[in-house]
């Protein structure tokens, strides 16, 4: 009997369907839950002591898993924890730290192949400590600050003599009137330098423009490497793909050796399995690393070019070797 494969994912992530969907195609047993569903629809039962490690289970109304025989473990951006109706915010706040550091601990503990450790993925997505262990890995970065004031700004954009972008350090998507709002990297011109107000109200990532020929995306899976060339079609996506999806095209194209080499240390340093890193490609043929998202999207990636990455997922899941 095979390890059974645990899925932590959101309920309505779907590209999280598609790798449920392929791993039962396969005949692989899995048990797919949210820490949504925590405690009211899934229960955790565990015990340790000096003869055994963890051992117990996770229950819903339907199914269970031991784990104990827990293989694998896809970790995908789950839900907040859901409690019962009239607990008071306080209680709300303690029983979420209560099951954040019960359930959250216990599963943490697991010793299994992680697809991403939680615990990875929380440094690795810090860009500060991508860009610092991509360079040390060998990979291109361009010129970058992080600051609160001003006059830093218009230092570093004096220093690297062309224009330069302001982007978020961190998610650049916040909650503003009830609504989901993107927060897209902004190519600065010199006029911009005369007003910088704002920017001594928190942490801002400055960056030297790179010429771009166009960019790719990189989706890392286990030690396997698809990528995809994005082609903008407008001058919102030449400065953020992101911008105007409507007017990218996308074409497989060929990872240079010495990127390649780059990202498989990279990925070792930060210790993950999966990634989704994005890299510009000048007009002199040259890669220049922007970020690695521990937890970023690659199903639309593989509806545009093909890539058999959902399969690389399940291959890496199972511990089946790359072809």
């Not at 907040?80 to 915010?89: A, C, I, L, V």
């Not at 999207?297 to 199972?318: F, K, S």
Request: proline share 6%; glycine share 8%; hydrophobic share 40%.
């Amino acid at each position: 009997m095979t390890a059974p494969v645990l899925i932590i994912a959101a309920a309505d992530d779907w590209p999280t369907d598609r790798v449920v969907t392929e791993l039962t195609a396969r005949g692989a047993e899995v048990f797919r839950m949210d820490t949504a569903d925590f405690p009211q629809r899934l229960s955790l039962g565990a015990r340790i002591d000096q003869a055994q490690g963890w051992t117990g289970e996770l229950a819903t109304d339907h199914r269970t898993v031991d784990l104990a025989r827990v293989g694998a473990v896809y970790y995908r951006a789950p839900g907040s924890f859901q409690f019962p109706d009239g607990m008071t915010e306080p209680e709300e706040r303690f029983a979420a730290a209560q099951a954040r550091a019960g359930l959250g601990g216990v599963l943490s503990s697991l010793r299994c192949r992680w697809v991403n450790h939680p615990t990875a993925m929380a440094r690795a997505e810090y860009k500060p400590v991508q860009l610092h262990t991509a360079r040390t890995c060998g990979l291109r970065i361009p010129p970058t600050m992080i600051t609160s004031r001003p006059d830093d700004v218009r230092a570093f954009a004096a220093d690297v003599a062309g224009d330069i972008v302001c982007k978020p350090v961190a998610s650049p998507v916040l909650i503003e009137n009830g609504g989901l709002k993107s927060v897209y990297t902004h190519r600065l011109r010199p006029c911009d330098l005369d007003d910088l107000r704002g920017i001594s109200t928190t942490a801002h990532l400055f960056q030297a423009w790179v010429s771009k020929d166009y960019e790719v995306r990189v989706t890392f899976v286990g030690g396997r490497m698809f990528a995809a060339a994005i082609h903008a079609g407008s001058d919102a996506a030449h400065e953020d793909w992101r911008s105007d999806y409507g007017s990218l095209t996308y074409t497989t194209t060929r990872i240079p050796e010495p990127v390649t080499e780059g990202m498989i240390r990279l990925m070792g340093a930060l210790n993950l399995r999966y990634g989704a890193a994005d890299f510009v490609v000048d007009p002199e043929g040259r890669w220049w690393f922007l970020e690695v998202n521990p937890c970023g999207q690659w199903d639309w990636i593989q509806g545009a070019t093909g890539l058999p990455i959902v399969e690389a997922i399940a291959d890496d899941l199972q511990g089946v070797s790359a072809p």
